[in-house]
């Protein structure tokens, strides 16, 4: 701004005199920026040595107490705050910390983490101002210990680890779908999702056919009333246990007003019977119905009967092959979906890795019994051309490998090629559902974009 004042107050813009103009700038402004840096040079030494002087302090009534006050004690919090003079140091000594931070990075989640003396490293969640797990924090004005700890230990309970039931059940059938290959299954369920099961193996071609008997079981003889939201391959079943809690009035309000009851599907049953363990350990406090089942989707999506359908996402599919015949969307698949749900049904994919993100968009919206959500988009947004994102390393193998196309689908008006470049696809700039997944998080912290799209059924 300084420059642009000292040029306009000289007039002219001839531009020979351009070079001597910049010099003559540069020189008008040099006193002024000098000052104004030497000024905040001398603010922040001042700071760094205040913060320095109150951890001398503060370490120096650690020693204190625990050679005089509690010997073979640790100092701790209770001691802290017992002590006013104490507590202030201490409480200084953070709020300078919080100054020295200064603001989070463009795009970084702005949640201060006090205990590292910085902000979260994630990139902000897809439509908010933090990551998914500190999203409880956005809008709280002052982020101080006690509001961490009130909402860490309203989410407490959410995060509870729950392994298997002991004899396999996995809640409505009250027996896991049985197979030789359940019984020989690892039970590490927290271990790192990798290559786990072949969907194409042959245990898994087999249809699992449920009835209304079975549905009016797992939803408390409410499958009929209310809509029905189905995520397929579920894994841990994230998503679902996000919409039966912590997400659920969020959902709501983004669906105007509609209350799903949830099922996920997972071909990998050990981690459907911890789920269906987890909503049985905290049916109390669950706001929503919720209930897992073991299959393939791609075998047995209709055999499923599932009832009164409104929603199918799909989100992060095959993440660790590039053989097109491994893919969970194919174009049978959209046909099951297209038989599955009524009009106005909707589907929502997405996913980190492009090129599977742009099949499943071409997959779907090729199928004439389906268009893209375009109220969806208005209320969700659109992800800008280039999303404001750092480039990072790429970290996991899905994102190393070269994808094969898969043949069956063909890339948007192909065989119009002006046409092709007149209609980019369009990606949703969040999760319509107001939810996540574990991969969502996973994206953040590695500050990778998620390609999201939505259509509905004509
Ligand atoms: C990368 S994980 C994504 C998990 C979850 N949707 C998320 O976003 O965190 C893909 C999951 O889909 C499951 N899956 C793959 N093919 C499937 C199929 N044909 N039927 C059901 N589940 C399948 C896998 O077992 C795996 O748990």
């Known amino acids: 701004m300084a420059s642009g004042v000292a040029r306009v107050e000289r007039g002219g813009d001839d531009d020979e005199r351009d070079d001597s103009d910049a010099r003559a700038t540069a020189t008008a402004t040099t006193p002024m920026a000098a000052t104004m840096e030497a000024d905040a040079a001398a603010a922040v030494e001042r700071l760094t040595s205040r913060i320095d002087a109150l951890r001398v302090a503060l ?13 073979g004690g ?5 001691a802290i705050e017992s002590d006013p003079e104490w507590r202030a140091e201490y409480e200084e000594l953070k709020r300078l910390e919080r100054e ?8 970084c989640c702005a949640f201060y983490v006090s205990r590292k003396r910085r902000f979260c490293i994630s990139r902000a969640r897809d439509g908010g101002t933090m990551c998914t797990l500190h999203k409880p ?14 909402v860490l230990e309203r989410e407490a309970w959410r995060r509870v680890v729950v392994t298997p039931a002991a004899d396999g059940s996995n809640g409505a059938d009250g027996a896991s779908s049985s197979n030789s290959a359940a019984r020989r299954r690892k039970t590490n369920v927290n271990r790192r999702m990798k290559r786990m099961t072949n969907p194409l ?12 008997a079975y549905w009016s079981r797992a939803y408390q003889g409410e499958h009929l009333s209310a809509p029905l939201l189905v995520d397929v391959g579920t894994a841990k079943g994230g998503f679902i246990k996000a919409l039966a809690s912590d997400c659920a009035e969020d959902c709501t309000t983004a669906k105007s007003g509609v209350v799903y009851n949830l099922l996920g599907v997972e071909i990998f049953d050990i981690l459907v019977d911890a789920a269906n363990a987890w909503v049985k350990e905290n049916a109390s406090t669950l706001k929503r ?6 299959c393939n989707a791609n075998v047995s999506l209709t055999a499923l009967n599932m009832p009164n359908v409104r929603a199918i996402c799909i989100q992060f599919p095959d993440p660790w ?5 491994r893919r969970v969307v194919t174009p049978k698949f959209v046909d099951d979906l297209a038989a599955i749900l009524p009009s106005g049904g909707e589907i929502y994919c997405c996913s980190d890795v492009r090129a599977l993100a742009e099949e499943m968009y071409d997959v ?7 268009v893209l959500d375009e109220r969806t988009y208005e209320r969700v947004g659109e992800m800008p051309d280039k999303p404001n994102l750092e480039p990072v390393p790429e970290f996991d193998a899905a994102h190393q490998y070269k994808w094969i196309k898969n043949t069956h689908v063909r890339t948007d008006n192909e065989d119009d090629e002006d046409k092709d470049k007149d209609v980019p696809r369009r990606w949703l700039n969040a999760n319509p559902y107001a939810a996540y997944t574990e991969r969502d998080i996973v994206c953040e912290g590695k500050w990778r974009p998620v390609y999201r799209c939505a259509m509905i059924r004509i």
């Not at 193996?201 to 209304?212: G, I, R, S, W």
């Not at 119905?289 to 073991?294: E, I, L, N, W």
């Not at 092959?321 to 015949?325: A, I, V």
């Not at 779907?364 to 389906?370: D, I, L, T």
């Open 364 to 370: 779907v919206s090729q199928n004439k019994h389906f």
């Open 289 to 294: 119905r919720a209930h897992f089942v073991g």
């Open 201 to 212: 193996a042959v245990q898994f071609q087999t249809p699992k056919v449920l009835d209304d």
């Open 137 to 150: 924090f956005e809008g709280v004005d002052a982020v101080t210990p006690s509001v961490v700890e009130a």
């Open 74 to 78: 640790r100092s701790c919090k209770a």
């Open 59 to 71: 370490r120096a009534r650690d020693d204190r107490y625990e050679a005089e006050i509690a010997p």
């Open 321 to 325: 092959s590039n053989k097109p015949n």
């Open 100 to 107: 020295a931070a200064g603001s989070p990075r463009d795009g």
